[in-house]
Every structure is written in C-alpha cells, then in structure tokens.
C-alpha cells in the first residue's frame, strides 16, 4: 500500500512558479509510475503529466508542455512538479496519484491571480 501526501500549493500570480512535492509512504513506492491531476470547480479531473517508476519516461498534458516538469526522487520516496509561467487557468485542487490511479493524495490547492 502506497500513501501520498500533497504539498507546495498556494496563491501565485500569473507568470509565476511553484513547486509542488508528492511525498509517499511505503517500501515499494519506487515501483509505481506517478501522476498528477488537476480539478477546477465546476469541472471534471484533468491529467496534467505522469512520470515511471524510474523516471525515465514522462508524458504531458498539452495544456502544460513546455510550462511544467515532473521528475521524482526516490531516495526520497517524492514526485516533484516543477509549474513555470502559470497562468489563471492552472487554477486547480492539484492530486498526485499512482498511474493506476489506486492510490490518491489529498490534494493541493493552486491559485494563480490575473
């Protein structure tokens, strides 16, 4: 059983960065392939990017290429994602998921001002 624990949301203005963490519990989290998801209100869940166990391989959302990185640090059981000129749309509780989508954080709240 995996864990994971959201952090680093918070109000940004547009154009700006944050930095958000998915930390994990559990001895095989090096295992899974993780992603990160993103619902605003009034709308359905949004995959944003997901990166492999290893992270060799990542895949992005088109409305964040170029915009946002994924990497992860498995010594320090953590996914990372890195959020570059954000924009108002980025406006979203931000999840991090196991790619079977089996276990889900909490959540983030991400808040970009215009």
């Known amino acids: 059983q995996v864990q994971l624990v959201e952090s680093g949301g918070g109000l940004v203005q547009a154009g700006g960065s944050l930095r958000l963490s998915c930390a994990a519990s559990g001895r095989t989290f090096s295992t899974y392939g993780i992603g990160w998801f993103r619902q605003a209100p009034g709308k359905e869940r949004e995959f944003v990017v997901s990166i492999n166990w290893n992270g060799g391989s990542t895949y992005y959302g088109d409305s964040v290429k170029g915009r946002f990185t994924i990497s992860r640090d498995n010594a320090k059981n953590t996914v990372y994602l890195q959020m570059n000129s954000l924009k108002s749309e980025d406006t979203a509780v931000y999840y991090c998921?196991?790619?079977?989508?089996?276990?889900w954080g909490q959540g983030t709240q991400v808040t970009v001002s215009s």
């Open positions: 998921a196991t790619t079977s989508v089996q276990y």
